[in-house]
């Protein structure tokens, strides 16, 4: 695929490189070792469609949470980036079948045929595990970004490299992908001379276009993974803002010294089976908390979030313009909810002063969740601390260890960075109640062998974890995990799926279109 051009798609306020060639990707070390794949992908487009062209391939990665767990939702600043690891759809359009046709270059994946013009009110059974929800949930996006847009028939193959399961958000990315190669498909579809896609969709359009889209899948998520998967920088992480509104600001590494490893417990942690008792649970409880905090100290009614309900970012801000900083907020945590053991509905009912049926309608119809009591206090700490741990990991990132004083600076600079890391991960397990044994095990194991720190990354209950550590030691580093984890949790586990489950990794691209010409 030599020929092929990028698009990377364009956004008025776009510090996103525009990239010419797929050469000049290679190049930028934003793909790095993935040539061959694309060469495979095309080759087995053929296979599958041996008379047609290929108009484009759509293409959005997976990402990796620095800092910020579970903030996102309730509007705090986070801190990922995007990894190498993605999905690519390649797409054929133009034929007048009337068909959307996806395939998947893993055969767990089977064929599935739509026709296009039921896509429009198409239901999705979030109950059910499908595989093509995920791209049903880009077709419901384009919808809502492009209204009156016709989707034409599109022929397409996919192909995700990111382990499901693992927090590194193989959801997102291919909504996200999804969703980019629909709207690229009508702005094909409606100038087939035209060799070039570019502003088929903005960046920030895609992005709310698919927070909002992906929880038509069954999770009430935030905004980090599509913000992360479209918004990606190479070499950056990306911190994103949510409130006021949406931003994302590349945010340099100043050191060269050190890398990040992620390395995955492979005890695949699914949402849609655990969500009423993990994900969709940890939302309903930060959303309550905020409007009980907002009753009980008077603060008046919460901006709601998404048509969901009001945010503990709403109730810092309204304490700020009261002149309370985090700490004070803090204090009224503990104060508001006293008891460490936990609210039940009726005490729930009580200090909100509304029902349980308004309140079991209003938070857990759409996404319904079990519990016994819900942990006010011990959720609004974590995601209170958490985004004190963001700023202060963004202060540091901000100046070079060079600015600092004596011989051991750059030591200082990483062990500081390493320690926000360990915290968060402390917190996450404690507070939050969202680590699990092996996420332990290996935070544990990571520190032991020589990371700085390490934490759980993503939505945690399983998946991976993610350690700072020195570049020139990162190799030794992934090698000791090999013996001390893989080798004893899963005897006889092979060299490849261990390749698989621990990678050094490089900030990457964002979301990008590549077109044949
Ligand atoms: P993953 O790790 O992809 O399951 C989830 C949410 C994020 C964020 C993190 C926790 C989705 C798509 N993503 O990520 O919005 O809340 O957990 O920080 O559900
Ligand atoms: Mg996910």
Known sequence: PQTLEIDAIDDAASYVPVISSLSSVYSASALPAQEGRWASLVACFKQFYPAEDLTFIARSPGRV????????????????????????????????????????????????????????????????????????????????????????????????????????????????????????????????????????????????????????????????DQSASVFGVPGHALRVQFYPQLKASPVAFQSDDFAFVIANTLVVADKHVTGPIHYNLRVVET????????????????????????????????????????????????????????????ETAELLGQSELEITKKYMTRFPVRFERFQFRARALHVLDEARRVEKFCELLAHAPADRSGDDAEEKYLQDLASIMTASHKSCRALFDCSCEELDELVGLAVANGAYGSRLTGA??????????????????????????????????????????????????????????
């Not at 090999?482 to 092979?494: A, F, L, V």
Request: proline residues 4%; charged residues 20%; hydrophobic residues 40%.
């Open 287 to 346: 959303t309550v908390a905020a409007e009980i905090l907002a009753k009980q100290c008077g603060l008046g009614p919460l901006p709601i979030r998404d048509g969901f309900g009001g945010t503990l970012r709403g109730v810092v801000e309204a304490f700020k313009a009261r002149g309370v900083d985090m700490t004070g907020v803090m204090d009224k945590v503990k104060q508001v909810f006293s008891k460490q053991e936990g609210y039940t509905l009726a």
């Open 65 to 224: 949470n620095l800092i910020g767990e579970h903030i996102d939702y309730s509007l705090f600043d986070v801190l990922p980036m995007a990894i190498t690891q993605d999905v690519l759809i390649a797409v054929h359009v133009g034929d007048t079948d009337g068909k959307l046709v996806l395939n998947n270059t893993d055969p767990h994946f089977p064929s599935r045929t739509f026709n296009v013009a039921d896509l429009k009110d198409i239901e999705i059974d979030a109950t059910v595990h499908e595989w093509s929800n995920y791209f049903l949930a880009g077709v419901k996006g384009a919808f809502s970004l492009l209204p009156s847009a016709e989707i034409p028939s599109m022929h397409c193959v996919i192909d995700g490299r990111i382990p499901t399961g693992a927090g590194l958000s193989s959801s997102s990315a291919f909504v996200c992908a999804s969703l980019l190669a629909i709207a690229t498909a009508v702005k094909a579809a409606a100038s087939p001379s035209s060799t070039t896609f570019a502003n088929a969709v903005t960046k920030s359009d895609l992005v709310q276009s698919a927070i909002v889209s992906e929880r038509h899948v069954g999770v009430n998520s935030g905004g980090m």
């Open 460 to 517: 945690g209950w399983g998946g991976a974890t993610v350690s700072l550590v020195r570049k020139d030691k990162a190799n030794d580093f992934v090698q000791c995990l090999k013996e001390e984890y893989y080798s004893k949790r899963y005897p006889g586990i092979s060299e490849d799926k261990m390749n698989d489950a621990i990678c050094i990794t490089e900030p990457g691209l964002g979301s990008a279109v590549v077109v044949g010409n």
